[in-house]
């Protein structure tokens, strides 16, 4: 039973919107944190958002603060980020992660669970 899969990957062009879903199971995600992070090719992982259990938390990274969303839904067991006015920049394989019983936090390090990774590629 694979914990976490992403969807909601693809192309799009610059300054389009694309939504990404996580669909959770295996875990009290309820009282996991839950993040996303991206990687590009031939750079680090990157932390993008978190969001804490019930939503009260939440942190952004700087390159995409103001045109990202987190949210989640704990009677689906599932957290989303909606993207807007994407950039060639954006371009990466997007990550979910989970931290059973931790919290809001932009460390990779803390997440103990991670999804396969959907595909993100922004045509200039």
């Known amino acids: 039973q694979v914990p976490l899969v992403e969807s909601g990957g693809g192309l799009v062009q610059a300054g389009g919107s694309l939504t990404l879903s996580c669909a959770a199971s295996?875990?009290?995600?309820?009282?996991?944190?839950m993040a996303w992070f991206r990687q590009a090719p031939g750079k680090e992982r990157e932390f993008v958002a978190t969001?804490?259990?019930?939503?009260?938390?939440?942190y952004y990274g700087d390159s995409v603060k103001g045109r990202f969303t987190i949210s989640r839904d704990n009677t689906r067991d599932t957290v989303s980020l909606q993207m807007n006015s994407l950039k060639s920049e954006d371009t990466a394989v997007y990550y979910c992660?989970?931290?059973?019983?931790?919290?809001?936090?932009?460390?990779?390090?803390?997440?103990?669970?991670w999804g396969q990774g959907t595909q993100v590629t922004v045509s200039a």
């Open positions: 295996g875990f009290t995600f309820s009282r996991s944190a």
């Open positions: 969001i804490s259990w019930g939503g009260g938390t939440i």
């Open positions: 992660a989970a931290a059973e019983f931790g919290g809001a936090l932009r460390n990779d390090e803390q997440y103990n669970y």
